[in-house]
């Protein structure tokens, strides 16, 4: 499941990095409310953009990144050191 939600999401990722710039709109003069129809598509497509990056960093952050191993001491389920989290000490790493 982990390896097709990566796949998915990596799709999703380039789909957005090849909507980015409209390259059916080059040329065209088409004006709406009082602006071309270009400066829309990225109005458009900066929202869809930023829903989507909140939706990945609600459900898939660390993806592809963390092994997600139970074993492990250093990072707790909740993606924050559990050696911080038992101390009570605020986070960052110690110099």
């Known amino acids: ?3 097709t939600e990566l796949g998915g999401w990596i799709a999703v990722g380039i ?5 980015a710039i409209p390259w059916f709109l080059w040329g065209s003069a088409t004006i709406v409310a009082g602006l ?3 400066l829309w ?3 458009g497509w900066m929202g869809l953009a930023s829903l989507v990056f909140w939706l990945f960093t609600q459900r898939a952050w660390g993806i592809g990144i963390e092994t997600g191993r139970r074993g492990d001491d250093s990072i707790g389920g909740n993606g924050t050191r559990t050696e911080r989290a038992r101390d009570g000490r605020p986070g960052g790493d110690s110099p």
């Open 41 to 43: 598509w990225h109005v």
């Open 15 to 19: 789909a957005l990095a090849a909507l």
């Open 1 to 3: 499941m982990r390896r």
């Open 36 to 38: 071309p129809i270009w």
